[in-house]
């Protein structure tokens, strides 16, 4: 049965785990339908399209050596197409990616797919973008040359899609990386303004990037204490751009295990395993710190039943706890 509740300013969301050995059609379906009965807000997918056997590039320094290797990053369910599917058998969580290396598509493809996915779910993507890391990747999908421009990539890639959702009429582009004359760009998302864009990464050319072209800002796996001192170089970048606070949703992952098991004790601030009444108090942590929206992520190996009693954790005994305070 549905999860009855109260609307509420934090929102959660779940990851729908489009990759690794137990990634299928059943699963990824599973996850949306049950996301959605019991409450959540939003589901998210992962994105990369070509994984080299062997990886030389570094991992970003943030985030744990062994989270993606050739092994573990296997059997990856494209991003787009995942969330379209979802969306035809979703009616009101919203559809996020977290995330997508802008400089790994062109521009006016993520425009167009965006737009039309948006228009199709009635207003419903939420579009998580990055940088990239993985050069391989970017040399694989005849992206190379973009590999160290990819920043001011990203930066023109996002205005050229603040374009094409808002332009009526036919509009081009002529920036330094990314050049083209005017063309038309229909449909237009059902969001008024466009599909939200939020910016993945912790390190400051991603605050800044969130500052001052996003809509949101999600770092990975980063305890509230740490987070504090981000959100003040993150106030910082939006007085320096003119914009608000309230004009960038701040998000963070964490990543959830099933009663009974997990690291319990020592889990780190972002892992919810063990006692709920811990596990909410490390949202309200969160909260308190400026966290306006959650990404739950299952742990690695988790068959699909136990990710599925993972998530119906945080929603049946974590977050009423969350909004009863």
């Known amino acids: 049965m549905p999860v009855e509740?109260?609307?509420?300013?934090?929102?959660?969301?779940?990851?729908?785990?489009?990759?690794?050995?137990?990634a299928s059609a059943g699963s990824i379906a599973a996850f949306a339908v049950r996301a959605e009965e019991l409450g959540f807000d939003s589901v998210w997918v992962s994105d990369h399209i070509a994984i080299p056997p062997e990886i030389a590039s570094a991992y970003p320094s943030a985030l744990p050596t062994d989270s993606f290797t050739s092994d573990n990053a296997r059997n990856?369910?494209?991003?787009?197409?995942v969330l379209a599917f979802v969306a035809g058998m979703t009616r009101r969580v919203e559809l996020g990616?977290?995330?997508?290396?802008?400089?790994?598509?062109?521009?006016?493809?993520?425009?167009?797919?965006?737009?039309?996915?948006?228009?199709?779910?009635?207003?419903?993507?939420?579009?998580?973008?990055?940088?990239?890391?993985?050069?391989?990747?970017?040399?694989?999908?005849?992206?190379?040359?973009?590999?160290d421009q990819r920043g001011p990539a990203s930066d023109e890639a996002i205005r050229i899609l603040r374009s094409a959702?808002?332009?009526e009429g036919a509009a081009g582009f002529q920036g330094e990386v990314y050049r083209f004359e005017p063309v038309l760009m229909e449909p237009k998302p059902a969001r008024a303004g466009g599909v939200p864009i939020w910016i993945g990464g912790q390190g400051r050319r991603a605050i800044r990037r969130a500052a001052e072209l996003g809509d949101g800002w999600q770092p990975?796996?980063?305890?509230?204490?740490?987070?504090?001192?981000?959100?003040?170089?993150?106030?910082?970048?939006l007085d320096r751009y003119g914009r608000r606070r309230e004009d960038v949703t701040v998000s963070v992952n964490l990543v959830a295990y099933p009663p009974g098991s997990g690291p319990d004790e020592q889990a780190a601030e972002w892992e919810l395993a063990g006692d709920a009444e811990l596990c909410a108090e490390k949202l309200r942590r969160y909260e308190r710190a400026g966290v306006g929206h959650f990404l739950v992520n299952h742990a690695p190996g988790l068959?699909?039943?136990?990710?599925?009693?993972?998530?119906?954790?945080?929603?049946?005994?974590?977050?009423?706890?969350?909004?009863a305070r």
């Open 97 to 147: 990616t977290s995330v997508i290396a802008l400089p790994l598509r062109p521009p006016l493809l993520i425009a167009k797919q965006w737009a039309t996915l948006d228009a199709l779910s009635g207003g419903r993507a939420i579009l998580g973008v990055s940088v990239g890391w993985l050069r391989e990747e970017f040399d694989a999908l005849g992206f190379g040359a973009l590999f």
């Open 76 to 81: 990856f369910w494209e991003a787009f197409a």
């Open 303 to 323: 068959s699909t039943a136990a990710t599925l009693e993972a998530y119906e954790f945080v929603a049946r005994d974590v977050r009423p706890l969350v909004e």
């Open 165 to 167: 959702w808002t332009v």
């Open 220 to 237: 990975f796996r980063v305890a509230a204490a740490e987070l504090a001192g981000h959100l003040a170089y993150l106030r910082e970048q």
């Open 5 to 22: 509740r109260e609307e509420t300013v934090v929102k959660i969301g779940v990851h729908l785990g489009n990759y690794g050995a137990s």
